[in-house]
C-alpha cells in the first residue's frame, strides 16, 4: 500500500487492532469511458477531509468518540496472477487478494472509478445473503459490455447483479440515464428496484431494510448527485439528487439501532478533483464519507 494523508484524523493501519472502522483508497480510473481525474479522488478526499469538523451536527454524533484507521491506497501494480481473461477481469481479482489481506473491519472503499467497488461488493454479498445493495448514482451500469470489455465502471453492477443470489437485492437510487436495454434488465429481474429520485422514497425504503435486521452496503457514485453540487465528476448528468437529500438518506442509515447488522461496508467513487478548480466538490464528498464512517459504527 502506498504512503498518503489519512483521512479526516484517522488511525495508521498499524493502529488496526483497536480500530472499530477503517477506510481504503483505490486510486484508479483505467475504466472511465468519458473524463478522467477520479484516481485523484482518494488524496483529494483525504486532504478536503481537514476542511471538516469530526462532528456531524445532523447526527450529534463525532468521530472522536470511536478509532478509525485509514489503511492507505491498495496497490494497482499487483494483479492476482493469471487471474481473469481481460484488464478490467485481472485489476478486480487483484484487488480482491488485496481486499481479503486486509484487518477484519467494517470498511469505506475510496474510488477511483466505479469498477473499482466491484471487489469490496461481491465479497459482501459472498459474506451475506441478505445484502441490500443501496446504489447511488445517475447511471444503471448495468451493460453487458464496453467495447469489449466485461469489467468497466458502465458495467459493474451488471457484473454484480450475475453474483446476486435469491434474497440479496439492489436498490437503485438517482438513476437517470441508461441504454433501453438496462432499463428492460432492471424491469424484468424481481431483485432490482428503481427508486423515484427524491429523498422520501429512499428514506423510507432505508428503515424498512433496518427494522427488518437487514445488512447494508452502500455503492455511492457521486454523480448520482447534481453536478450543481459536485461539478468534480467525469460523466456528470443533469437534473440529479441534491447533495443534502444524499446526505439525509446515509443519515438515516446512521441512526439505526445499535441492534441488527445496519452498514455493512461502502464505497464512495468517481470523485475527480481536477474538473472542479473550486475545491467544493471534494469538500462535499468528505462529508458523506463523514456519516458512512459514523453508520459503519452506530455505538
Not at 54 to 61: A, I, S
Amino acid at each position: 500500500m502506498s504512503d498518503a494523508p489519512k483521512f479526516l484524523g484517522a488511525g495508521p493501519a498499524a493502529a488496526a487492532d483497536d480500530a472499530r472502522a477503517a477506510l481504503v483508497g483505490v486510486p484508479y480510473d483505467g475504466a472511465v469511458t468519458y473524463r478522467g481525474g477520479a484516481s485523484e479522488g482518494p488524496e483529494a478526499l483525504r486532504l478536503a477531509s481537514d476542511s471538516i469538523e469530526t462532528y456531524c451536527p445532523k447526527l450529534d454524533r463525532s468521530l472522536d468518540d470511536f478509532s478509525y484507521v485509514d489503511l492507505g491506497d491498495l496497490d494497482l501494480s499487483a494483479p492476482a496472477a493469471g487471474a481473469g481473461s481481460t484488464p478490467g477481469e485481472r485489476l478486480v481479482r487483484g484487488l480482491r487478494a488485496q481486499l481479503d489481506a486486509l484487518p477484519a473491519l467494517p470498511l469505506i472503499a475510496i474510488g477511483g472509478d466505479h469498477l473499482v467497488a466491484y471487489p469490496f461488493v461481491e465479497r459482501a454479498l459472498e459474506q451475506h445473503p441478505q445484502l441490500q445493495i443501496i446504489h447511488v448514482d445517475a447511471h444503471m451500469d448495468l451493460r453487458e459490455a464496453w467495447e469489449g470489455e466485461p469489467y468497466n465502471h458502465a458495467t459493474v453492477l451488471g457484473r454484480l447483479r450475475e453474483r446476486m443470489g435469491p434474497d440479496h437485492r439492489l436498490h437503485q437510487w438517482g438513476i437517470r440515464s441508461g441504454e433501453r436495454a438496462e432499463y428492460q434488465l432492471a424491469a424484468s429481474d424481481p431483485r432490482v428496484e428503481l427508486l423515484a429520485p427524491t429523498l422520501a422514497p429512499i428514506a423510507a425504503r432505508i428503515r424498512e431494510l433496518l427494522a427488518r435486521d437487514l445488512p447494508i452496503y452502500v455503492t455511492l457514485d457521486v454523480d448520482g448527485i447534481d453536478p450543481a453540487d459536485i461539478p468534480g465528476t467525469g460523466t456528470p448528468e443533469p437534473d440529479g439528487l441534491r447533495f443534502g437529500d444524499v446526505e439525509a438518506a446515509l443519515g438515516e442509515i446512521a441512526r439505526a439501532p445499535t441492534a441488527g447488522p445496519g452498514l455493512v461496508g461502502a464505497d464512495v467513487v468517481e470523485l475527480a478533483p481536477r474538473l472542479d478548480p473550486s475545491g467544493r466538490s471534494q469538500v462535499a464528498v468528505a462529508r458523506l464519507v463523514r456519516t458512512l464512517l459514523l453508520a459503519l459504527v452506530r455505538s
